[in-house]
């Protein structure tokens, strides 16, 4: 298991492969009209402290065309830090999800949940860092 939280926590090669893999499924779904359902039966959880048009829809549309499910969880529902602390919350959601994908504020938020989740945190966007 490994986490996205920032860009320089990978390697050249790493982001390459990245790369290469999102152009060989794009290619796919163009030339095919669908992608290989490489995330059947899996769900992201997808926490949105700050809204956001792109970033909702991109993470949302690619899970449904790799076959598996994006959750929505707006702030008012989680409430990192204020209704749920943030390591109960990224063990409730790892309990019940395959990974989970923050948007927040505060970057140390998505540290947090990376701390004490045993599914994948992607970072969608911090004040620190906007590696998607």
Same mark, same amino acid.
């Given at each position: 298991? /490994?986490?996205?939280?920032?860009?320089?926590?990978?390697?050249?090669?790493?982001?390459?492969?990245?790369?290469? =893999?999102?152009?060989?499924?794009?290619?796919?779904?163009? %030339?095919?009209?669908? %992608?290989?359902?490489?995330?059947?039966?899996?769900?992201?959880?997808?926490?949105?402290?700050?809204?956001?048009?792109?970033? /909702?829809?991109?993470?949302? =549309?690619?899970?449904?065309?790799?076959?598996? %499910?994006?959750?929505?969880?707006?702030?008012?529902?989680?409430?990192?830090?204020?209704?749920?602390?943030?390591?109960? =919350?990224?063990?409730?959601?790892?309990?019940?999800?395959?990974?989970?994908?923050?948007?927040?504020?505060?970057?140390?938020?998505?540290?947090?949940?990376?701390?004490?989740?045993? =599914?994948?945190?992607? %970072?969608?966007l911090t004040d620190f860092s906007h590696p998607f």
């Amino acid at each position: 298991m /490994r986490h996205f939280i920032s860009i320089s926590d990978y390697s050249s090669q790493d982001l390459r492969h990245t790369l290469d =893999v999102a152009g060989r499924l794009k290619a796919q779904l163009k %030339n095919t009209g669908r %992608n290989d359902a490489l995330l059947a039966g899996k769900t992201l959880a997808m926490i949105f402290e700050k809204p956001s048009l792109r970033t /909702r829809v991109s993470f949302a =549309v690619a899970m449904t065309q790799l076959g598996g %499910n994006g959750l929505l969880l707006r702030d008012e529902e989680v409430g990192l830090d204020k209704r749920e602390p943030t390591p109960d =919350v990224a063990r409730v959601l790892a309990s019940m999800c395959d990974g989970i994908m923050a948007r927040t504020f505060e970057h140390s938020k998505v540290e947090r949940l990376a701390e004490f989740s045993s =599914v994948p945190v992607i %970072n969608g966007l911090t004040d620190f860092s906007h590696p998607f």
